[in-house]
């Protein structure tokens, strides 16, 4: 379905004035709100195909209805989203989930929505219908070349698939390792998966990038083969100058600090996508910003330090995704809440005052250093947030609007109740 932006304008007109005051409020306090505002209104957050639908546990799954079944309506679904919001304007796939049967229209209707095709994401996690050999203990790192072979030649149709959609780039995120001690030998399957990654990078396009993404455990419980940051960077170093690590905040082992980790790959520039979640155990998948909002702050904190120090644009220098899977809630509003929590971190990490922190730094004044970081933290910068989506033609409250028009009923007549997302 399709938003008219007559809905947006009648739901704006209801809040303008209560929006205006709470601008005009913030206004007095920040002499940088128009830089802020227009880094806000430019700032956007791809959406993954596979979050628009119910997402499982080992445990079961408890399908939601009016899923988008096809790629046509996944689509679609991040349209709404990104017409509400005018802050999700990519879609990110997943291949074999997402194969486009005819580019053109694919490209055209993605067009029409004013979204771009993000990061193309290959799967050799699990095996397909009809795959001549299994990724049970492995793809890339497998003892057997024929395996690796597959998943090899899976790499490169991806990229072919990117390529026709206008893709920049390919994120790898491999289940590989191993579940007990002595199953695997951890050099040979480094190596094996650095050959294999080596003949991928072969047939990336000069334009593209090559994100290595790790995780720390699971669905392999004893060695993760691409399991750190240190693994993934040792990896993307040695690929070359098109490969940079990739940090899921979820992937890290508990209480890991995140944004030192982001600090250090930005200084040795290799840093190159980001996937947004929450968790309080492991790789929970849940709402970002809905467990440790401080510590979302904290991480985009170093990533607008280090980002300015290296003269990048915040906009489009990194690849910003969401990756998360929503087992309870609508996925759609899911999504909202996390791209408003993403973008208030942002904001949050744009107020904080750079020079006076430098000064608190220099002179070991830790208790400033933390008034400076916690006032920024403070602020409520939720009217700015609003105010960027009010100039880009958006809902001012994208969750309210979405709940007025009931838009999950209106999917649910458009595609029944049935109706199943692919993906996990
Ligand atoms: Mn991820």
Request: aromatic share 8%; net charge negative.
């Amino acid at each position: 379905m399709i938003l008219e932006k007559k809905k947006i304008e009648e739901h704006n007109a209801v809040l303008l004035e209560q929006h205006q005051r709470k601008f005009n409020f913030f206004k007095q306090e920040c002499d940088t709100v128009e830089s802020l505002v227009s880094k806000l209104q430019r700032f956007q957050i791809a959406i993954p195909s596979w979050a628009l639908g119910t997402g499982g546990t080992r445990f079961g799954r408890f399908s939601g209805k009016g899923e988008p079944a096809t790629l046509e309506q996944k689509i679609e679904d991040v349209g709404l989203l990104h017409a509400l919001n005018k802050s999700s304007g990519a879609i990110s796939l997943h291949i074999p989930w997402d194969i486009p049967q005819h580019v053109e229209k694919i490209k055209e209707l993605a067009a029409s929505l004013d979204l771009q095709f993000d990061a193309v994401n290959s799967n050799t996690f699990q095996d397909q219908k009809g795959q001549k050999h299994s990724y049970k203990y492995g793809s890339l790192q497998d003892v057997n070349p024929a395996v690796r072979k597959q998943a090899i030649d899976h790499n490169v149709s991806v990229i072919q698939h990117g390529v026709t959609l206008g893709s920049k780039a390919l994120t790898i995120w491999l289940a590989d390792g191993s579940s007990f001690p002595g199953q695997l030998n951890f050099r040979e399957a480094f190596q094996n998966t650095l050959a294999s990654l080596q003949e991928i990078y072969k047939n990336l396009p000069p334009d593209w990038k090559m994100f290595v993404e790790y995780k720390a455990f699971e669905p392999n419980f004893y060695s993760t083969t691409i399991a750190d940051w240190g693994q993934s960077l040792l990896l993307a170093s040695k690929l070359g100058p098109q490969a940079y690590t990739l940090v899921d905040l979820g992937h890290h082992l508990p209480n890991s600090n995140i944004e030192q980790i982001v600090s250090l790959l930005l200084m040795e520039g290799k840093l190159g996508g980001f996937h947004f979640n929450d968790s309080k155990y492991a790789d929970d998948d849940l709402t970002a910003g809905s467990i440790k909002p401080y510590q979302l702050f904290l991480i985009f904190n170093e990533l607008v330090e280090g980002m300015d120090h290296n003269g990048m644009d915040h906009a489009t220098a990194l690849g910003w995704m969401i990756d998360a899977s929503h087992n309870l809630k609508d996925p759609l509003l899911d999504l909202l809440q996390s791209v408003e929590a993403i973008m208030i971190a942002y904001a949050q990490a744009l107020l904080v005052d750079r020079a006076a922190l430098k000064r608190a730094q220099l002179t070991n004044d830790v208790v400033q250093a933390q008034e400076i970081l916690q006032h920024a933290f403070r602020t409520d910068v939720r009217a700015v947030v609003a105010e960027a989506r009010l100039r880009n033609h958006a809902a001012l409250d994208p969750v309210k609007l979405y709940q007025e028009l009931e838009i999950r009923n209106l999917l649910i007549t458009e595609r029944g109740e049935n109706s199943i997302a692919t993906g996990l």
